[in-house]
């Protein structure tokens, strides 16, 4: 047999050294976008509701985000979260988002994720129906919905909060790529929402452009951030930024309204229609008088996954005729690590290359 492989055989046990960091997680996809969801092994975060975790973890455990997003554990385009305590007690759990860049306030693949996690996992209890839950983000509390038969998830549907409407048809000037027409909206996040309709772009939303929709998105978000002084959020300040650009286009695909890429954080490609990027799309074609309570649309990815936008209903949110929006999309487990942080690892940090 061999003696080095008989031992192999018979020890297969791993024991860290004590003074090595082991930090397990579960990993997920939502439509091809990758979420790694970290259960155990993370410091404890200080604070008294979700934004305060969020900045206390920006400030005191940055170098854990990046040593499991980055390189060599994860890649420019991974994505994570974290669980914490909920805003109060009404609230279910509380999440975190982690990505490339640094820390999003909201993100819907992630919601239709860990809503389809907690009730695998056991974290709730689960009837056949639906099971709902109570998510406190960043940018506020999600309700989602796990539609469950036989015992299995078969899809989730959330309401993002209030998605506004900053300004449509919207005009700037982006070196290389001349005037560019887009759309401002708020879905938990800000994007730039740029139709390749409306702009003479030479580009496709598809994997064989996937570098120069880096580029080219990447180029738009710097312009409107430097030239777009409206990007305010009307009640929290830690909420008012640019996340990223979303290009859209029509689809060739029967039953399929439209397509959508994301470009987010540091040159992020969202694999899946982006929920929070959908949310503010409901919101926009709401304005325009282009979807009516009670009609779907259905939005596909750079990989052709999709999810279900619609609009619940219409509210006042300080300035802004906002929507409630719902978003609908499945999830599934990908596998489960013990990730070890060795405080001798020259990269123990992590990097990136693309």
């Not at 580009?203 to 990447?218: R, V």
């Not at 399929?256 to 040159?267: L, Q, T």
């Not at 999309?329 to 123990?348: L, R, V």
Request: glycine share 10%; net charge negative.
């Amino acid at each position: 047999m061999g003696k080095v492989y008989k031992n192999i055989l018979e020890n297969t046990a791993f024991n860290p050294l004590k003074d090595w960091l082991q930090v397990k997680t579960i990993d997920m996809h939502t439509g091809g976008e990758p979420l790694r969801v970290i259960v155990d092994g993370f410091p404890e975060l200080k604070g008294d509701n979700v934004l305060d975790y969020r900045r206390y973890c920006k400030e005191n455990h940055d170098d854990l985000r990046t040593a499991l997003m980055f390189e060599p554990r994860g890649h420019a385009d991974m994505y994570g979260c974290i669980l914490v305590p909920p805003n109060d007690d009404e609230g279910d759990f509380g999440i975190l988002f982690l990505h490339n860049e640094g820390y999003s306030t909201m993100c819907g693949h992630a919601i239709i994720a860990i809503s389809t996690l907690a009730v695998q996992m056991g974290w709730v209890a689960v009837n056949d129906g639906t099971t709902a839950l109570k998510i406190d983000a960043p940018c506020g509390r999600i309700h989602s919905f796990v539609e469950v038969q036989d015992s299995e998830v078969k899809g989730v549907r959330f309401h993002c909060v209030p998605s506004f409407v900053v300004g449509l048809d919207r005009k700037i000037t982006v070196d290389g790529l001349g005037e560019i027409t887009y759309d401002l909206a708020y879905g938990g996040a800000f994007y730039a929402y740029v139709d390749l309709q409306k702009n003479k772009l030479n580009l496709d939303l598809t994997p064989q452009a996937y570098s120069k929709l880096i580029a080219e998105g990447m180029k738009i978000k710097q312009a409107v951030m430097e030239q777009d002084k409206e990007i305010f959020h009307p009640f929290e300040e830690d909420l008012s930024f640019l996340y990223g650009t979303i290009f859209i286009d029509s689809s060739s695909t029967v039953g399929v309204d439209s397509r959508n890429v994301c470009i987010f954080a540091e040159g992020e490609v969202d694999r899946c229609p982006t929920g929070s990027g959908v949310s503010g799309r409901m919101a926009i074609h709401w304005a325009r008088k282009e979807i009516q309570l009670g009609e779907t649309m259905t939005i596909e990815s750079i990989t052709d996954s999709r999810f279900k936008g619609s609009v619940v209903k219409e509210v006042d949110y300080g300035p802004y005729t906002a929507v409630v929006p719902q978003v609908e999309g499945t999830a599934h487990i990908t596998g489960m690590h013990t990730f070890i942080i060795d405080p001798k690892d020259p990269i123990k940090k992590g990097f990136i290359l693309r």
